[in-house]
């Protein structure tokens, strides 16, 4: 009887540590003010995502900050009016998985139908998150001459990486369980292993790796003062590529 409490503990425990999801889901945050520094309440914010055409709106609180969370990575382009004043407009903001990307905008007095063209920020530096690491997207996993076309190749781009093949040491994580590799936001970790799972589900194809580096929208590695989420040392995040318009 007890090692059947012992084995059935076991599994229930192994189920749940590989059933563990990371969000992938991005926020665009931001203040905005008038020329004078003074917030402005009750403005009116529309993001619309650039490839598929999806909307979402969200008005400025009292503090004059506004926060547009759960969106998927992509090209966004931002919308703020507010009577007597002028419309401003962001184009081309680049949202990365799991990122907060500030967009502070100050609006000058005019009518509603003026528009104003503001330069997205450049993100270099994000200040609402502490994570280190690296990030590339669709176009440069499509045009990087990669020896061959795996994931393996693309981590070995990332800074930290002491060691290359399926279950690396990035930033000083251990060879085994040091790394936590996911796929749209599920674990795809090889518990036996310790490395990412390699597995096509095609029969007799299995050391396949997948997805490609042509399928997916965003490879990320972070390796440094990651969030509790994340529970080890250093995490890949895989995103593959979603449906647009085009």
């Not at 905008?105 to 690296?134: C, P, R, W, Y």
């Not at 997207?137 to 290359?164: C, W, Y």
């Not at 036996?192 to 399928?215: C, E, I, K």
């Amino acid at each position: 009887m007890r090692c059947r409490i012992l084995l059935y503990l076991f599994i229930t425990c192994f189920l749940a540590s590989t059933a563990r999801a990371q969000d992938i889901t991005g926020s665009i945050v931001g203040r905005v003010t008038d020329t004078s520094g003074a917030s402005i309440t009750g403005a009116t914010v529309l993001v619309h995502n650039e490839g598929t055409g999806a909307d979402t709106r969200q008005t400025v609180g009292s503090s004059g900050d506004y926060s547009v969370p759960n969106l998927f990575a992509g090209q966004y382009s931002l919308v703020i009016q507010k009577d007597g004043f002028a419309t401003a407009t962001v184009h081309n903001l680049s949202l990365r998985a799991s990122q907060i990307l500030r967009q502070n905008l100050t609006l000058k007095a005019g009518a509603v139908f003026d528009t104003e063209e503001v330069k997205a920020s450049d993100g270099l530096i994000h200040t609402d998150n502490q994570m280190l690491g690296s990030s590339l997207g669709a176009k440069q996993l499509e045009e990087l001459p990669l020896a061959t076309r795996s994931i393996d190749n693309l981590i070995q781009l990332a800074p930290g990486v002491t060691t290359s093949g399926s279950n690396p040491r990035i930033s000083g994580s251990n060879y085994w369980g040091g790394n936590n590799f996911t796929l749209n936001g599920i674990s795809v970790n090889d518990a036996g292993n310790g490395g990412g799972a390699y597995t096509s589900g095609v029969s007799n194809l299995t050391m396949a790796n997948m997805p490609s580096p042509d399928s997916l929208q965003e490879f990320k590695v972070d390796s440094g003062n990651l969030n509790a989420e994340y529970r080890n040392v250093a995490s890949i995040t895989m995103v593959t590529k979603q449906g647009t318009n085009a």
